[in-house]
């Protein structure tokens, strides 16, 4: 990043494979192409005394934040101009000098294709999401910190139709939508109202009255996922979000939990419920130890069985090996199961391609009974060319016996 320069780190900002900066007092660390570095050449910094010193660095973001920070604050999120996200916290809660966390922006957003290509997932989950998004059902992405949540959502948002009003709504601005008509609201430290700080479920509210077509909640933290739920449930279909969980049944508890975070005192299956009817996909994300981000399973939200919100898995990342250069290998595997909205799809005369959901046992025995009627039809044709060639041969010998027989009488 030419036009910023963050004193003994800025160098850092023109290498575009690092997605990540984090300065623990004196040491430097990177996050690039996915693994974790320890810049021991780099140091942030240290006073006559030896003890660590960042306070220069710290100055100048604080210069890109346009602001004065007083002196006792103890945390910082706020925004570089290009974008990257930063999150400071001071003594005397970090005992090593200002932790400095940077998350790089990306300056161009993947694209559909570049997720295929890095292995994110294959075709056929790409073609399910589209018709997911286009065909206004609503997504939750799941995954833990670092998963590439934000990145996913991000592409799938770019099959949203330009001619709808998107609304997006984050702690910290990062979605790059191409979309024409786009609005984004953001709820940072520097966000106030009647002298407190703007938070996500304010927003969330108020964009129900902002006439909008898709709601795009970059994270359900809190209480703002009843709000979520509800707009969802009344008329406000093909909206998104993501949340911190590590499976999609996980997924399910904490919308449940944060639900209750609202103060509104509700029933378990009256919540169970609202989740059961608000969303249709939950996509799981996961980072693996090579630095690579999968998905790993896509589930359908398939209504309630008592007490209990079922869930069919759709896709199914399957791990074959670890080849040598420790990079993870596998595969995206159908499991057969058709979710229930896309026969919905196909009665208003969509063509939906069946075969992205045909399983490989399927697949298969597809396979298996195309060969066996081939062979059966080679085996009737051969059969045929037989009889024939056998029909020609003994007329032929009956000719040459009914000629023997005139010639010898």
């Known amino acids: 990043m030419d036009t910023v320069d963050l004193h003994l780190i800025g160098d850092l900002f023109r290498d575009d494979e690092i997605s990540e900066i984090m300065v623990n007092g004196e040491d430097v660390y990177v996050e690039k192409n996915g693994r ?4 021991k050449n780099k140091t942030a910094g240290c006073d006559d005394a030896g003890n660590s010193d960042t306070g220069p660095l710290v100055s100048d973001i604080l210069k890109l934040h346009g602001k004065r920070i007083p002196d006792d604050t103890l945390f910082l999120d706020t925004r570089l101009p290009d974008g990257s996200r930063v999150n400071c916290v001071f003594p ?19 694209s559909p294709q570049d997720l295929v290509l890095s292995g994110t997932l294959d075709k056929n ?5 589209k018709i997911c998004v286009e065909y206004r059902k609503n997504i939750v992405i799941s995954g833990g910190t670092g998963s590439g949540k934000t990145t996913l959502l991000n592409v799938v948002s ?5 001619g709808e009003r998107i609304i997006t709504i984050e702690d910290t601005a990062e979605l790059q939508l191409a979309q024409g008509h786009v609005v984004r609201l953001e709820a940072g430290a520097g966000a106030v109202h009647n002298g407190r700080n703007v938070t996500i479920r304010q927003l969330v509210v108020n964009s129900l009255r902002m006439r909008p077509d898709r709601i795009i909640v970059g994270e359900c933290r ?4 009843l709000d979520m739920l509800q707009a969802m449930n ?24 944060m639900t209750m975070m609202s103060g509104i005192e509700l029933p378990v299956r009256a919540i169970r419920e609202q989740i059961s009817s608000a969303i249709d996909v939950i996509v799981q994300v996961a980072r693996f130890p090579d630095g690579s981000r999968k998905i790993v399973e896509v589930c359908s939200v398939a209504g309630m069985e008592g007490d209990v919100i079922l869930m069919s898995p759709v896709f199914k990342f399957k791990q074959t090996n670890v080849l040598p250069d420790g990079r993870i290998g596998g595969r995206f595997i159908p499991t057969g199961n058709v979710p229930y909205f896309i026969e919905s799809i196909r009665a208003g005369g969509i063509n939906v391609a069946m075969d992205i959901f045909r399983s490989e046992t399927a697949q ?7 060969l066996v009627s081939v062979l059966s039809v080679l085996g009737f044709l051969a059969l045929k060319l037989y009889v024939i060639f056998l029909t020609g041969h003994l007329s032929n010998i009956t000719k040459f016996r009914t000629g023997e027989a005139a010639f010898f009488p």
């Open 92 to 110: 005397p809660v970090s005992l090593c000098g200002a932790v400095i966390t940077v998350r790089r922006f990306s300056k161009k957003a993947a």
């Open 222 to 225: 809190s209480a703002e996922a």
């Open 36 to 39: 974790i570095h320890n810049l």
């Open 364 to 370: 298969v025995t597809a396979e298996y009974v195309l």
């Open 125 to 129: 989950i790409l073609e399910f999401l």
């Open 234 to 257: 009344t008329g406000h279909d093909g909206s998104l979000t993501t949340v911190h969980a590590n499976s999609p049944r996980d997924a399910l508890r904490r919308i449940e939990v």
């Open 158 to 162: 770019s099959f949203i139709p330009s």
